[in-house]
């Protein structure tokens, strides 16, 4: 999981600098987006390894947690950025992909 943590945000720091170090350079995340890092870092302080995040190619951040912590991490969010969060998505490991419709494998 740590491992896992601190490679996903690595990588994410990696692309925005690369953003950053093009000509013209090109930056994608706002204040904001620094902000929902420093909380990450903080969170994990207070607790250990819990969360980490990433980034789509803008300002959007992806943060993950265990099942364990997500609560915790959603007050944290919810508390720090209340008038600047517009949506918090929570999604799950699910079964992976159902059947639909049975075309048979004749059909294929």
């Known amino acids: 999981k740590q491992w896992y943590q601190r490679r996903v945000r690595g990588d994410s720091s990696e692309m925005h600098a690369c953003c950053l170090d093009s000509y013209p350079p090109i930056a994608y995340l706002s204040q904001t987006s620094h902000q929902l890092m420093g ?8 607790g250990g390894m819990r ?11 992806f943060l993950f947690t265990t ?3 997500t609560a915790d991490l959603r007050s944290w969010v919810e508390r720090e950025f209340a008038d600047r969060v517009s949506e918090v998505i929570e999604c799950r490991v699910g079964s992976g992909p159902l059947v639909q419709i049975d075309i048979g494998e004749d059909k294929l």
């Open 51 to 61: 969360a980490g995040y990433t980034f789509d190619a803008g300002p959007n951040a």
């Open 67 to 69: 099942a364990a912590h």
């Open 39 to 46: 909380m990450v870092h903080r969170f994990n302080s207070a």
